[in-house]
């Protein structure tokens, strides 16, 4: 059974971990290459303020300038993954997965949709209700209403099955932030956290260990 290691790299910039992930996605890659082999990682991590914008993205869904960004102590990236424009911050579960899907016998569409639901399985442990939206990736609380909205965003970017960036689940994130983009490119759905849904305040780190067992389990493999 393939083995991730799991590691929760506390409160980091955006810009370090990202660079941390493209040192372990270079290095499975290489391995995987050479035919080799290299561990496959689950980083966890809570971002300061930060803006990223994906690769197929627009630059209208931000809808501040870079003076306000300083105003409100937050940076801005353009990344390599999949989707539009997020926030990540304070109170955020970041997962960063990265795998080599052919060791574990997944598709990426499997995988994306596996990633989603170890998030439902997470939320559900504080008696929250998550689902799918049609055509958006992620998971979202009453996504087939008006009350539509997102609790945890997906991005991910593979090459040669080997994945690399993943989810930020709202935890006790300022929402506020949410306020100065069109999350993901929505214009007409709202954000949410597990403490607005339920009052609770799990830590991240907490809440990243109860994710790190159900992705055991739906990606079939030990995590630790």
Not at 26 to 48: C, F, I
Not at 94 to 104: A, K, M, N, Q, S
Request: charged letters at 20%; hydrophobic letters at 35%.
């Amino acid at each position: 059974m393939e083995h991730v290691a799991y590691r929760f790299l506390g409160r980091m910039e955006y810009g370090t971990a990202w660079e941390e992930q493209k040192r372990c996605f270079g290095a499975l890659l290489e391995a995987k290459r050479e035919g080799s082999s290299a561990p496959a990682q689950l980083l966890m991590v809570e971002h300061p303020h930060v803006y990223t914008l994906g690769k197929s993205g627009h630059e209208s869904n931000m809808l501040v300038d870079e003076a306000f960004l300083q105003q409100i102590h937050a940076s801005y990236f353009h990344t390599d993954r999949g989707g539009d424009i997020t926030y990540h911050g304070i109170g955020q579960l970041v997962g960063y997965p990265i795998l080599d899907l052919e060791r574990l016998g997944l598709s990426l569409k499997t995988y994306i949709w596996r990633l989603e639901e170890c998030v439902i399985r997470t939320i559900a442990e504080y008696g929250i209700c998550g689902g799918r939206v049609e055509g958006a990736t992620g998971v979202w609380i009453e996504g087939d209403t008006p009350k539509a909205r997102k609790i945890c965003a997906i991005g991910v970017k593979a090459s040669r099955y080997v994945t690399m960036h993943g989810f930020a689940l709202n935890v006790t994130t300022d929402l506020r932030y949410f306020s100065y983009i069109h999350p993901c490119g929505f214009v007409d759905k709202g954000v949410t956290s597990i403490e607005k849904e339920c009052g609770a305040t799990p830590t991240v780190e907490e809440v990243g260990k109860q994710f790190a067992a159900h992705f055991a389990t739906l990606m079939g493999c030990t995590v630790g």
